[in-house]
């Protein structure tokens, strides 16, 4: 790849050491040389609602809407609640979507994972991600899906460390990245 790119990350869990936020930093050492990763914080964005947005902006929401806007792509790495994302992470997207149709979230590639402590890996999450991100008008290059499953056993010390799924995981980067620069 010849270029450097600026990339926003976003990890879908809150906890300070969450297996997302690990393999989420371990994606960003993973970029090519010269390309950034800023990672947003989600958790600091208020509760999406339509008044706010009309009235007053919060400057988390102006400030992670600007990254969004100036980054070349967008990577989520999303555990799974309940069968499906986080409501922290669809609250950040649902803030990330507007205004509608018009957002900086459209024509945006994004790559995505999900993970999970059971065998399914967030499967079920994946669903749900895709859903909210093709209604967004975002770019989701054809890639099979990532779902990482036993994530417990993956990651060590806030690294993502087995060595099948860091190669894997690297490949559909380089992939995904790939179609990014064209």
């Known amino acids: 790849m010849s270029r450097s790119l600026r990339i ?5 869990s809150l906890r300070e050491h969450a297996y997302s936020r690990g393999v989420l930093n371990t994606l960003a050492e993973m970029l090519p040389a010269g390309s950034q990763m800023s990672i947003g914080d ?7 609602n339509h008044d ?6 919060p400057e988390s929401v102006i400030e ?6 100036a980054c070349d792509a967008v990577i989520i790495v999303s555990p799974e609640y309940n069968h499906g994302i986080p409501g922290a992470l669809k609250n950040a997207l649902d803030w990330l979507s507007r205004p509608a149709f018009k957002s900086g979230m459209v024509n945006k590639p994004v790559f995505f994972l999900t993970l999970s402590e059971g065998m399914l890996g967030g499967v079920r ?15 989701l290059p054809p890639l099979p899906e990532i779902a990482m499953g036993n994530i417990s ?7 993502l460390t087995d060595a099948a799924t860091l190669t894997f995981t690297q490949r559909m980067l380089d992939n995904f990245l790939a179609s990014v620069v064209k």
């Open 8 to 12: 926003f990350g976003m990890a879908g």
């Open 42 to 48: 989600i958790g600091e964005l208020p509760f999406y």
């Open 52 to 57: 706010l947005e009309l009235s007053h902006l």
């Open 64 to 69: 992670i809407r600007r990254e969004v806007a």
């Open 125 to 139: 999450a994946q669903l749900q991600l895709r859903e909210t991100l093709a209604s967004m008008l975002c770019v």
């Open 153 to 159: 056993a993956k990651v060590t010390e806030g690294k």
